[in-house]
């Protein structure tokens, strides 16, 4: 059974970091395309970075320059370091995966991210 299990939201000031952890099992970790989305109160689940299995990473431009995506192949994790926090950064926040080789999707369960003074 596939699993992802996200960590390390909270409450933080603007200006303020968190990191946020998912970690991945049941899959060939390598073969997964990877990325974080986040779902505001009263809006839409939108995508905020992704980083390929070869390591490409893209970003939504709300968060560029601010957050970074990575990921360790030999852990099964993938991480989302989120700096200089905005209140609009509020939300859910959940981790996704896609097997390359069958496109089959992942989520996780979310983890909620407050910025908030």
């Known amino acids: 059974q596939v699993q992802l299990v996200e960590s390390g939201g909270g409450s933080v000031q603007p200006g303020g970091s968190l990191r946020l952890s998912c970690a991945v099992s049941?899959?060939?970790?390598?073969?997964?395309?990877m990325a974080w989305y986040r779902q505001a109160p009263g809006k839409q689940r939108e995508s905020v970075a992704t980083i390929t299995s070869s390591g490409m990473k893209d970003y939504a431009d709300s968060v560029k320059g601010r957050f970074t995506i990575s990921r360790d192949n030999e852990k099964n994790m993938v991480y989302l370091q989120m700096n200089s926090l905005k209140p609009e950064d509020t939300g859910d926040y959940f981790c996704y995966g896609k097997y390359i080789w069958n496109s089959h999707q992942y989520w996780g369960q979310g983890t909620q991210v407050t910025v908030s003074s």
């Open positions: 049941g899959i060939i970790f390598s073969f997964c395309d």
